[in-house]
């Protein structure tokens, strides 16, 4: 199918422009278009998760603008432990805190939490149990009338727009009554970032959240139960495909944990391994595209404060990250720099030199070899509290470079249109564009949308190129 010559040639200069530049920045090392890692060293943003040294047990923290969330609180001689991080990160409320379930390598410190900080909210695998520190938990949780929720698969919790907080399990109906496999598992997202706390959820519970069909893809796994054999099967880490895994566990402890098993398993996976047994606490820092990896044993400052401090501290200003590499990492994730380029005014009379580099084959407009690959119209849990689990994704079948520029997406009545940026779609690569907000990158593209595009069943991807010619078009049900 042809354009109209008129269009076709106001957009070749755009299209050299694009190209040149991007020539320009590929052989000055800016980006690495064989790259398609996440991890940066030197990365700062918004989101700051740290996997806390709390000996043989789990403690984590979630810092997000003024937010702050706690899941666990390691075990009763490691509650001290969580409160002075806490304090040191200028923490004055937690605005949610988690209790995966009621064992005390993970519950123990909590009645220092609760004495030490305002709570606005517990959220509980609300499993039966006879331990006397469960009991002293909820009744001070009670007595002290914090909002208390019992999670569930499919529920979202909400404290800031920015922010996706999804429960992947326990299911509505327990699987069993094994403690460790209803622990809570949540995935939190921001922008294409996206952590998966596993609490100490085994085989068992990692199978059911791969057939329940909820995203389960993320940049950075806290591995289950302390990398025993008995968590992270293959199944699960191939749904999760974790560059990053941290592993919560005390050294020289009498389960062996780490168990060797695991190890192999993540090896496998091509995953970097930290272990807070070998590095102390970790912290992941994230902009919502990209993230970065601090620990205490590099003699990182993981305890400096961004310059907008969480939950009314005193700022402090921010020093270099030391770039590190993982202290176990088979197949490592690929590591890069992501620099700040910002194009100078030119002037009219000057002319800007173009580097002598060959061009690749670019389509422009019309490009038969996009296809609509895979389509996910029913996001799981409530639509609109997970628009951008509404997603189409598209794929370049053919042999050459497409610009996306001008290209528009919709539903089939076209209510909802989508006019695609100029991006270019590498050969035999894939792009999701989901209806939510985000932050654009190589893999995945953000409508901006507020309510849900696509409807449940019946409906349909309609792909059409600037001039207006249907591309492809994909019907779900």
């Given at each position: 199918?042809?354009?109209?010559?008129?269009?076709?040639?106001?957009?070749?200069?755009?299209?050299?422009?694009?190209?040149?530049?991007?020539?320009?920045?590929?052989?000055?090392?800016?980006?690495?278009?064989?790259?398609?890692?996440?991890?940066?060293?030197?990365?700062?943003?918004?989101?700051?998760?740290?996997?806390?040294?709390?000996?043989?047990?789990?403690?984590?923290?979630?810092?997000?603008?003024?937010?702050?969330?706690?899941?666990?609180?390691?075990?009763t001689d490691q509650g001290g432990t969580v409160v002075s991080a806490l304090k040191r990160l200028g923490v004055r409320k937690i605005d949610l805190l988690v209790a995966t379930h009621p064992h005390a390598d993970h519950i123990g410190g909590m009645q220092d939490l609760l004495a030490a900080f305002p709570v606005a909210k517990v959220l509980d695998s609300g499993m039966p149990s006879?331990?006397?520190?469960?009991?002293?938990?909820?009744?001070?949780?009670?007595?002290?009338?914090?909002?208390?929720?019992?999670?569930?698969?499919?529920?979202?919790?909400?404290?800031?727009?920015?922010?996706?907080?999804?429960?992947?399990?326990?299911?509505?109906?327990?699987?069993?009554?094994?403690?460790?496999?209803?622990?809570?598992?949540?995935?939190?997202?921001?922008?294409?970032?996206?952590?998966?706390?596993?609490?100490?959820?085994?085989?068992?519970?990692?199978?059911?959240?791969v057939k329940s069909g909820y995203p389960l893809d993320a940049q950075v796994l806290k591995v289950g139960h302390h990398g025993s054999s008995g968590s992270g099967s293959s199944a699960f880490l191939s749904r999760v495909s974790p560059e990053i895994a941290v592993i919560s566990t005390g050294a020289?402890?009498?389960?062996?944990?780490?168990?060797?098993?695991?190890?192999?398993?993540?090896?496998?996976?091509?995953?970097?391994?930290?272990r807070t047994d070998e590095v102390g606490t970790v912290l992941v820092t994230s902009n919502g595209e990209t993230f970065s990896v601090m620990t205490e044993s590099a003699g990182d400052d993981i305890w400096r404060l961004p310059t907008v401090a969480p939950a009314g501290a005193t700022p402090a200003p921010a020093t270099s990250a030391t770039a590190i590499q993982p202290p176990t990492s088979p197949q490592a994730a690929t590591t890069g720099t992501s620099l700040p380029f910002t194009l100078p005014a030119v002037p009219e009379n000057v002319t800007v030199p173009v580097p002598p580099v060959t061009l690749p084959q670019v389509q422009i407009g019309n490009a038969s070899s996009v296809r609509i690959s895979a389509v996910q119209f029913d996001a799981p849990g409530d639509d609109r509290q997970n628009?951008?689990?509404?997603?189409?994704?598209?794929?370049?079948?053919?042999?050459?470079?497409?610009l996306l520029a001008g290209f528009t997406l919709s539903d089939a009545d076209t209510r909802d249109l989508y006019i695609f940026p100029a991006f270019l779609l590498m050969p035999g690569e894939q792009v999701t564009v989901h209806a939510g907000s985000g932050m654009m990158n190589d893999t995945a593209l953000f409508m901006g949308k507020?309510?849900?595009?696509f409807a449940n069943t019946g409906d349909e991807a309609v792909l059409k190129d600037g001039s207006g010619t249907i591309i492809d078009q994909y019907r779900e049900g």
């Open positions: 199918m042809k354009r109209k010559g008129s269009s076709r040639a106001a957009v070749i200069p755009i299209c050299i422009l694009i190209l040149a530049l991007l020539g320009t920045a590929v052989f000055s090392g800016i980006i690495d278009i064989n790259s398609h890692s996440s991890l940066r060293q030197g990365t700062t943003g918004d989101l700051r998760a740290y996997f806390l040294d709390v000996g043989q047990g789990d403690s984590s923290i979630i810092l997000f603008k003024d937010r702050v969330i706690v899941i666990d609180a390691g075990d006879t331990s006397v520190l469960y009991e002293r938990f909820l009744e001070t949780v009670d007595n002290s009338n914090i909002p208390y929720l019992v999670a569930e698969q499919g529920q979202t919790i909400d404290l800031d727009p920015s922010l996706r907080i999804l429960v992947l399990s326990p299911p509505e109906n327990r699987i069993g009554e094994d403690l460790n496999t209803n622990s809570i598992v949540l995935k939190v997202s921001y922008g294409t970032a996206n952590l998966l706390f596993t609490g100490d959820a085994t085989t068992a519970a990692e199978d059911v959240m020289g402890n009498s389960y062996g944990h780490p168990h060797r098993e695991t190890l192999e398993r993540l090896a496998r996976a091509g995953t970097a391994i930290f628009l951008n689990g509404e997603w189409v994704r598209l794929t370049n079948t053919g042999g050459d470079i497409v507020t309510a849900p595009v």
